[in-house]
């Protein structure tokens, strides 16, 4: 088949993909699918070709990165359980003081709390930031807004354990640890220099407070759960309970002759504790990391230091850790929650897999190399443009990266650009315009009394700044590696 041919219904399956998703609202994983299966047949792989190649590809990315994701998650899970985050926010506010306080909470939701589901953490941490924003003067609400959602969306894509980084690292095989290094080194200058950015704009009338807010809520409307009880957030934000719970300050009656079990009463465990079987795995992590960086040879570390057995001890110390503060019964009720939440993303990733399977199948790779020159930074801007216009019309962060990327991986060796810089390239630019298409963009607009001329400014100029800085970043790594 010619190379135009192959470009041709190369381009097809990738629009036929997103129309179905947008326009026929077919469920991510199924379009997927499906636009593998016509880019398969439409450049002559033939059925068992194709259907190998799809089911391979899945298999592949999953062998990299499906327990990762299953473990972040379920880590995650148990920390939203025991109130980390809460804790946590209430510690930098005491340290750091108010007006510090969009920075060291997005630099914290960026990193160390990645392994919680974005979902998760965005409806447990929006609140709290929300409450914090009159602390910190007339423009705290933009403020913290566009930290949360900078934040939020950079973490996701850049920072193991965030589920994006993992699926980006498994499908260009890039070490896990080595991402992490990366994936930080971009991450951090990124949200601090994009705050800074959306700061000195509001300061000079870009935010308007009687257009761009809104005071819907009231402080009560935010309770906090009881970690005993908690089945998880709503889209709201608010816990639903057992059934069947007693009040607070009742005791269920027992019925005569039988057995009454005593709930776990909470202990208030240090903040560090709470967090410290995630710090040392990503530690473990980037230890074993840098072992094989250096070529050394310690089997202690580089057993401890892979990634899928550093993530399985912070998972242990995570349950430990939970079951101490908030009881058997409430570490189950997280795991439970934790599955649920893992079984779309590893689906979401699989499939990412396939397709990209499918495009280096087809040939692609070979042709776009003829593309491009020996040098890093056109096919980085391709890769980064590519999740862009996909983010634009998919609205999802994860499928347009894993998309891009799949994209350009094959012509990865053949230019000798180092498969991490794609990766943090097409993370860059999944997060351009973030707008009515994410459920992100709502979930931030309502849990932070936004307007949704306030969500526009925060949320998706705020976030597409971000998507350019982090480029900058990825282009002056790119000199270096």
Same mark, same amino acid.
């Given at each position: 088949?010619?190379?135009?041919?192959?470009?041709?219904?190369?381009?097809?399956?990738?629009?036929?993909?997103?129309?179905?998703?947008?326009?026929?609202?077919? $469920?991510?994983?199924?379009?997927?699918?499906?636009?593998?299966?016509?880019?398969?047949?439409?450049?002559?792989?033939?059925?068992?070709?194709?259907?190998?190649?799809?089911?391979?590809? /899945? *298999?592949?990315?999953?062998?990299?990165?499906?327990?990762?994701?299953?473990?972040?998650?379920?880590?995650?899970?148990?920390? $939203?359980?025991?109130? &980390?985050?809460?804790?946590?926010?209430?510690?930098?506010?005491?340290?750091?003081?108010?007006?510090?306080?969009?920075?060291?909470?997005?630099?914290?939701?960026?990193?160390?709390?990645?392994?919680?589901?974005?979902?998760?953490?965005?409806?447990?941490?929006? +609140?709290?930031?929300?409450?914090?924003? +009159?602390?910190?003067?007339?423009? %705290?609400?933009?403020?913290?807004? &566009?930290?949360?959602?900078?934040?939020?969306?950079? *973490?996701?894509?850049?920072?193991?354990?965030?589920?994006?980084?993992?699926?980006?690292?498994?499908?260009?095989?890039?070490?896990?640890?080595?991402?992490?290094?990366?994936?930080?080194?971009?991450?951090?200058?990124?949200?601090?220099?994009?705050?800074?950015?959306?700061?000195?704009?509001?300061?000079?009338?870009?935010?308007?407070?009687?257009?761009?807010?809104?005071?819907?809520?009231?402080?009560?409307?935010?309770?906090?759960?009881?970690?005993? #009880?908690?089945?998880?957030?709503?889209?709201?934000?608010?816990? @639903?309970?057992?059934?069947?719970?007693?009040?607070?300050?009742?005791?269920?009656?027992? $019925?005569?002759?039988?057995?009454?079990?005593?709930?776990?009463?909470?202990?208030?465990?240090?903040?560090?504790?709470?967090?410290?079987?995630?710090?040392?795995?990503?530690?473990?992590?980037?230890?074993?990391?840098?072992?094989?960086?250096?070529?050394?040879? /310690?089997?202690?570390?580089?057993?401890?230091? $892979?990634?899928?057995?550093?993530?399985?001890? *912070?998972?242990? %110390?995570?349950?430990?850790?939970?079951?101490?503060?908030?009881?058997?019964?409430?570490?189950?009720?997280?795991?439970?929650?934790?599955?649920?939440?893992?079984? #779309?993303?590893?689906?979401?990733?699989?499939?990412?897999?396939?397709?990209?399977?499918?495009?280096?199948?087809?040939?692609?790779?070979?042709?776009?190399?003829?593309?491009?020159?020996?040098?890093?930074? &056109?096919?980085?801007?391709?890769?980064?443009?590519?999740?862009?216009?996909?983010?634009?019309?998919?609205? @999802?962060?994860?499928?347009? &990266?894993?998309?891009?990327?799949?994209?350009?991986?094959?012509?990865?060796?053949?230019?000798?650009?180092?498969?991490?810089?794609?990766?943090?390239?097409?993370?860059?630019?999944?997060?351009?315009?973030?707008?009515?298409?994410?459920?992100?963009?709502?979930?931030? #607009?309502?849990?932070?009394? #936004?307007?949704?001329?306030?969500?526009?400014?925060?949320?998706? /100029?705020?976030?597409?700044?971000?998507?350019?800085?982090?480029?900058?970043?990825?282009?002056?790594?790119?000199?270096?590696?």
């Amino acid at each position: 088949m010619s190379e135009t041919a192959i470009l041709i219904n190369t381009a097809v399956a990738v629009l036929a993909t997103v129309l179905l998703i947008v326009r026929f609202k077919v $469920n991510p994983v199924i379009a997927l699918v499906l636009g593998s299966l016509y880019l398969g047949l439409s450049t002559g792989l033939g059925i068992t070709k194709t259907i190998e190649t799809i089911t391979g590809g /899945f *298999g592949e990315i999953m062998v990299e990165v499906g327990l990762l994701i299953a473990f972040g998650v379920l880590m995650g899970s148990i920390l $939203n359980e025991t109130g &980390a985050i809460r804790r946590l926010v209430e510690h930098l506010l005491r340290v750091f003081g108010p007006k510090a306080l969009p920075y060291t909470m997005a630099l914290a939701i960026g990193t160390a709390l990645q392994s919680i589901f974005l979902d998760v953490l965005l409806v447990i941490s929006a +609140p709290l930031a929300r409450r914090m924003a +009159p602390k910190i003067g007339k423009l %705290g609400t933009a403020r913290m807004a &566009a930290a949360m959602a900078i934040a939020l969306e950079c *973490g996701i894509v850049f920072m193991v354990p965030g589920v994006a980084s993992l699926a980006l690292a498994g499908l260009l095989g890039v070490p896990l640890g080595k991402m992490l290094i990366f994936g930080f080194l971009v991450v951090v200058p990124t949200i601090v220099v994009s705050i800074a950015i959306m700061t000195f704009l509001f300061k000079r009338g870009f935010w308007k407070s009687d257009r761009d807010e809104q005071h819907i809520f009231e402080e009560e409307d935010f309770p906090q759960a009881q970690p005993s #009880q908690s089945h998880g957030p709503d889209a709201y934000g608010i816990s @639903s309970t057992t059934a069947g719970s007693a009040p607070e300050g009742t005791r269920p009656q027992a $019925n005569p002759g039988s057995v009454v079990v005593a709930e776990h009463t909470p202990r208030e465990a240090p903040l560090l504790l709470l967090f410290t079987p995630l710090l040392v795995s990503l530690a473990l992590i980037a230890g074993g990391a840098l072992v094989d960086i250096l070529g050394a040879e /310690f089997a202690p570390l580089q057993l401890v230091g $892979n990634p899928v057995v550093a993530l399985l001890i *912070g998972l242990i %110390g995570t349950t430990l850790v939970g079951r101490y503060t908030v009881g058997q019964k409430s570490v189950e009720n997280a795991i439970a929650s934790g599955f649920k939440e893992s079984g #779309q993303i590893l689906l979401l990733t699989g499939v990412g897999g396939s397709l990209a399977a499918t495009v280096a199948a087809a040939g692609l790779g070979d042709i776009l190399g003829g593309f491009f020159t020996a040098s890093a930074v &056109a096919p980085l801007l391709v890769v980064w443009g590519i999740a862009a216009i996909l983010h634009i019309a998919v609205g @999802s962060v994860t499928l347009s &990266a894993i998309t891009a990327a799949g994209l350009l991986a094959p012509i990865a060796p053949a230019l000798g650009i180092d498969p991490v810089l794609i990766a943090l390239a097409a993370g860059a630019g999944s997060l351009f315009m973030v707008h009515v298409t994410s459920n992100t963009f709502w979930l931030l #607009q309502s849990l932070l009394g #936004q307007s949704v001329r306030g969500a526009l400014k925060t949320v998706t /100029f705020g976030v597409s700044v971000a998507s350019v800085v982090a480029m900058l970043v990825v282009l002056v790594l790119s000199i270096f590696i």
